[in-house]
């Protein structure tokens, strides 16, 4: 069974940083695509980062120059540098990955954390 765990979030006041992580565990043959979504009150979830598994990264445009998406192969882990934090960046964010595991492939997910900003 694979599984995502993330940690890290929590409060921050405006112009702050935070760094979410998120490891994944259990039958994993290999790791394609892995990024970070996030989903605010009311809103539908979004795609904020996403890293491919040889380097290449893609952002929202509301986090371009502010996130850095980046990935340790080896550990199995991505993580999310969060800087100049905007009460707009407010929501549970949540970890995904395309894993291949026991020969089939299948998009998984964390549990979300909760970032929060705001003086």
């Known amino acids: 069974q694979v599984q995502l765990v993330e940690s890290g979030g929590g409060l921050v006041q405006p112009g702050g940083s935070l760094r979410l992580s998120c490891a994944a565990s259990?039958?994993?043959?290999?790791?394609?695509?892995m990024g970070w979504y996030r989903q605010a009150p009311g809103k539908q979830r979004e795609l904020v980062a996403a890293?491919?598994?040889?380097?290449?990264?893609n952002y929202a445009d509301s986090v371009k120059g502010r996130f850095t998406i980046s990935r340790d192969n080896v550990k199995k882990t991505v993580s999310l540098q969060m800087n100049s934090l905007k009460p707009e960046d407010t929501a549970v964010y949540f970890c995904?990955?395309?894993?291949?595991?026991?020969?089939?492939?299948?998009?998984?997910w964390g549990q979300g954390t909760q970032v929060t900003v705001s003086s």
């Open positions: 259990g039958r994993i043959f290999s790791i394609n695509d």
């Open positions: 995904s990955a395309r894993i291949w595991s026991a020969g089939y492939p299948g998009n998984y």
């Open positions: 890293i491919t598994s040889g380097g290449i990264t």
